[in-house]
């Protein structure tokens, strides 16, 4: 069964391939997901989403190595209008 994600890509030609490994709901990291699957952290990526004080929604796609900074998001995300 292929996901919406896997239909997007073929839609738009880009190739890829899907990996499968066993789950482990008590270490999600992407770390240890990356060792599982034989990629270094930096080519696994993290889908984080995020929320403020407001209803807006945010969806951000980090490498495995890496960190989302919740303030350097807020300044860009949630700027005032006007």
Same mark, same amino acid.
């Given at each position: ?7 997007? $890509?073929?839609?738009? =030609?880009?190739?890829?391939? #899907?990996?499968?490994?066993? *789950? ?23 889908? $984080?989403?995020?929320? =403020?004080?407001?209803?807006? #929604?945010?969806?951000?796609? *980090? ?20």
């Amino acid at each position: 069964m292929k996901t919406n994600a896997a239909r997007l $890509l073929d839609k738009l =030609g880009i190739p890829y391939r #899907i990996l499968s490994y066993e *789950v482990d709901p008590d270490d999600l990291a992407a770390e240890s997901t990356g060792q599982k699957v034989g990629l270094p952290p930096e080519q696994v990526f993290k889908t $984080l989403v995020v929320r =403020g004080d407001t209803t807006v #929604i945010c969806f951000a796609v *980090v490498p495995g190595n890496a960190q989302l900074d919740l303030e350097a998001l807020a300044r860009i995300w949630w700027k005032p209008q006007g």
